[in-house]
T-cell receptor
Framework: GAVVSQHPSWVICKSGTSVKIECRSLDFQATTMFWYRQFPKQSLMLMATSNEGSKATYEQGVEKDKFLINHASLTLSTLTVTSAHPEDSSFYIC????????????FGPGTRLTVT | LAKTTQPISMDSYEGQEVNITCSHNNIATNDYITWYQQFPSQGPRFIIQGYKTKVTNEVASLFIPADRKSSTLSLPRVSLSDTAVYYCLVGDGRGNTPLVFGKGTRLSVIA
């Protein structure tokens, strides 16, 4: 079946530094990937839609200059949290849809970010 | 995107059948209904998807009435490992349309 991976699975960084999270579709090509954020005991919140070869579309309230998204190929999207602060600590999850037109979204295992 | 409403939580004993109902009154003609399961600190996992009537796979059944304004996920004979959050989502299936998550239902299975 379709597999989406994320790297790293967890990361700790100091306040003010930047962190890059990778999302890869391992056995299929994904023209569109989505990035979600999830705080403890809460649901997933959509942050942005990442389209291969074009700019990402951000949801209202998400700072595009803080959360940089790059979808440079059909199998890789990256989310960079710039100048991270403790309030950015969260669980970041990506998902991908294939190019065959099926509706199922495949989710990555998530990345736990802790900013100290 | 159609909004969904689910019970916040449910409890069940092992071996029982669990039915989780989701309300989606504003579902559009092109929308499909999809259920995901999420364990703590993991990404959501696809359970089942349907458009109308009944769909069954190896882990669950999905019942959708004719008006499609609600759906029921049925988990047969749950075990402790089914303790998770279950999300009901609706969407039109287009490639660039994201899934928007509601609050989900936290299912606790008790021995």
């Amino acid at each position: 079946g379709a597999v989406v991976s994320q790297h790293p699975s967890w990361v700790i960084c100091k306040s003010g530094t930047s962190v890059k999270i990778e999302c890869r579709s391992l056995d299929f090509q994904a023209t569109t990937m989505f990035w979600y954020r999830q705080f403890p005991k809460q649901s997933l919140m959509l942050m942005a839609t990442s389209n291969e070869g074009s700019k990402a579309t951000y949801e209202q309230g998400v700072e595009k200059d803080k959360f940089l998204i790059n979808h440079a190929s059909l199998t890789l999207s990256t989310l960079t949290v710039t100048s991270a602060h403790p309030e950015d600590s969260s669980f970041y999850i990506c998902s991908a849809r294939g190019t065959t037109g099926t509706y199922e979204q495949y989710f990555g295992p998530g990345t736990r970010l802790t900013v100290t | 995107l159609a909004k969904t409403t689910q019970p916040i939580s449910m409890d069940s004993y092992e071996g029982q059948e669990v039915n989780i109902t989701c309300s989606h009154n504003n579902i559009a003609t092109n929308d499909y209904i999809t259920w995901y399961q999420q364990f703590p600190s993991q990404g959501p996992r696809f359970i089942i998807q349907g458009y109308k009537t009944k769909v069954t796979n190896e882990v669950a059944s999905l019942f959708i009435p004719a008006d499609r304004k609600s759906s029921t996920l049925s988990l047969p004979r749950v075990s402790l490992s089914d303790t998770a959050v279950y999300y009901c989502l609706v969407g039109d299936g287009r490639g660039n349309t994201p899934l928007v998550f509601g609050k989900g239902t936290r299912l606790s299975v008790i021995a």
